[in-house]
């Protein structure tokens, strides 16, 4: 049933109860004054008529008054006949008044005038008590037709007020916390309620309603999920290994190639804690280990490639680490919420470098022999006792001999890089004596200065202590700062070399040549250094080697080498190593 018709029917029985038992009262009610008014009117008068005549009859009917007050009594119990055998009786005392009114001294009327009007008393005393009874009846009735109209509009006014609110309330409550499920993403919940109430409206147009929900947030979800395995199946099918944490640095997900490198199993990472692998796993551990460290000496942290064995090979992997932020919806601020390492396979590109060294290795080497068979013959051509040679060959023998001493310059040096590179820099390390080095390094380089009209300057303390350093090593990188310093420096001008104890921590001793050339920009600071780097727009007759070779020859040393310049005062290129303990 409707609402709108259970609240009418509820109401409209409520109307009609009260109706009801308005009317049952109204009856009963009337009842009990038309018994009441019927003992007044037809017994108490006749009564008050008859008690005025005997007081009249008492007094004397010989006055006016007392015939005049009996006659008057008299015609108005004659208008108020209303009991069985009144009429006879008041006609009696009327025939009975007439004869007194002729002869009014005789005794015997009186007496019967008096019995009349007591049997009318009686007859009328009779009906009263009657009377009394059928109104004490009407009263019981009335008071058990109240009570069984009272006490059915009481049932029926309970039950409404008890079963009218609930029904209404309770689909509320139900709807309600129905939509507080739906809220909480339950969408499998539904409401049954009765059909042909506006309940049943609302219950249907809910269920429709988290049905849709449900096929929605279903299809969703099986959309999430084949988002979550395509992404799972790319990461897995990556040729490079890739790892991701959460923010607790929880691992989230272990590609195959990780596993394959790393020797662990999925079913044993997943979840855990990277800290808690990384006590028994040495390559997870090395992998972490930036994370460990607080966020900004991790992020400047430059990575060396990473040698791992696996899978019965040596493979290179250069370690990437990403840390993942996202902007919360409604949010400003970035929130990191994990990190993603990445390790980039560089194996091939490790090969291919290796080849490409040892190529350069056996060329340089294999071209070593026949430079230095060159320059012997050179030599020999030099030699008046070979044969006279006239100004002009003299002149293209000198060109030979400078192209080849370059040639076995560029070798050299490539050698020198090809050592680097594989690691195998061979250092013979004893107590040398700075003097000896520099004086190796200015007389080798004494004839490049000499074409150019440049002055090397010493400045060297007599009493420098010993170094510990690789003799051949150092002298080869002095020689290198002092050829560039020539080759890059105006003609007639001048070199200072200079050596000077200084102390770093410990006792060291601090090379530098110093030029007045044009000078290196700053912005070449750090890639100086570099291999096959050169400055835009210088000679391009170098390899860009040299200063690399120098670096790489200074550090396996344990000493350091920097560059301090000016762009058009010159250039300054300094190393340092540690003085020998005595
Ligand atoms: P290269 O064989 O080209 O000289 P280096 O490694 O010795 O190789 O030097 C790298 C580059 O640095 C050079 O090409 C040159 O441009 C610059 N350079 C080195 N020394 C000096 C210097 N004293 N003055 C100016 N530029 C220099």
């Not at 005392?93 to 005789?106: C, G, R, S, T, V």
């Not at 069984?148 to 039950?159: D, E, H, K, P, R």
């Not at 170094?467 to 080759?487: C, P």
Request: charged content about 25%; aromatic content about 6%.
């Amino acid at each position: 049933m409707k609402i709108k018709a259970r609240l009418t029917l509820g109401v409209g029985l409520l109307f009609f109860l009260i109706i009801l038992l308005a009317g049952v009262s109204a009856k009963y009610i009337n009842a009990l004054t038309t018994d009441t008014e019927n003992i007044l009117v037809a017994n108490y008068n006749t009564l008050d008529y008859s008690r005025q005549m005997l007081l009249a009859l008492d007094e004397d009917m010989t006055t006016d008054v007392s015939i005049k007050k009996f006659s008057n009594n008299l015609r108005r119990q004659q208008n108020n006949i209303t009991e069985v055998g009144e009429r006879e009786l008041t006609e009696r005392l009327a025939n009975d008044y007439e004869k007194l009114k002729l002869n009014p001294n005789q005794e015997l009327l009186y007496v019967s005038i008096r019995k009349d009007l007591t049997d009318l008393m009686l007859i009328n005393m009779q009906a009263i008590e009657r009377k009394s009874n059928i109104a004490k009846q009407t009263a019981k009735t009335a008071n058990m037709w109240i009570a069984v109209t009272g006490t059915l509009c009481f049932l029926i006014a309970f039950s409404l007020l008890i079963n009218l609110p609930r029904s209404i309330a309770n689909p509320i409550k139900e709807i309600t916390r129905s939509i507080k499920e739906i809220a909480s993403q339950k969408y499998s919940e539904r409401v049954h309620f009765e059909s042909s109430s506006e309940f049943g409206d609302l219950a249907s147009a809910f269920n429709t309603m988290a049905e849709k929900l449900e096929e929605y947030d279903s299809s969703n979800l099986a959309k999430l999920l084949m988002e979550k395995k395509r992404i799972e199946t790319l990461i897995n099918n990556m040729h490079d290994p890739v790892i991701g944490l959460d923010e607790n640095k929880r691992i989230l997900f272990v590609n195959d190639e990780a596993l394959k490198i790393s020797g662990l199993k999925s079913n044993d990472v997943i979840g855990k804690k990277a800290q808690d692998i990384a006590v028994t796993n040495d390559l997870i551990r090395s992998l972490i280990k930036d994370l460990m460290l607080p966020e900004k000496n991790s992020e400047s942290k430059i990575n060396q490639p990473m040698k791992i064995y696996a899978d019965n090979k040596e493979s290179y992997f250069e370690k990437e680490l990403l840390n993942i932020e996202i902007t919360p919806t409604g949010e400003s601020t970035k929130q990191l919420i994990g990190h993603v390492i990445v390790l980039r396979n560089i194996t091939p590109f490790k090969e291919l470098d290796f080849a490409k060294t040892n190529f350069i290795a056996t060329v340089s080497h294999e071209l070593k022999t026949p430079i230095s068979s060159i320059l012997m013959s050179l030599k020999l051509l030099e030699d008046n006792r070979v044969g006279n040679v006239n100004e002009e060959q003299k002149l293209l023998v000198q060109n030979i001999k400078d192209d080849s001493e370059r040639l076995l310059k560029i070798t050299s040096e490539l050698l020198n890089i090809t050592q680097v590179e594989t690691g195998k820099i061979q250092l013979t390390l004893q107590q040398t004596n700075p003097k000896e080095i520099i004086q190796y390094a200015v007389e080798s380089t004494r004839a490049l200065a000499e074409q150019s009209n440049i002055k090397i300057e010493i400045k060297a303390a007599n009493n420098l202590p010993q170094i510990t350093a690789d003799s051949e090593k150092t002298s080869w990188v002095l020689t290198n700062l002092i050829t560039n310093a020539i080759r890059y420096s105006y003609e007639n001008s001048k070199v200072i070399v200079e050596v000077k104890e200084v102390v770093d921590g410990q006792p060291m001793l601090n090379f530098s040549v110093q030029d007045f050339g044009k000078g290196i920009d700053s912005k070449y600071r750090d890639k100086i250094f570099d291999r096959y780097f050169q400055v835009p727009g210088s000679s391009k007759s170098g390899t860009g080697l040299g200063l690399a070779i120098s670096k790489e020859f200074i550090n396996a040393q344990g000493g350091k080498i920097w560059m301090e310049s000016e762009l058009t005062t010159g250039s300054k290129f300094s190393f340092q190593l540690a003085v020998a303990s005595v």
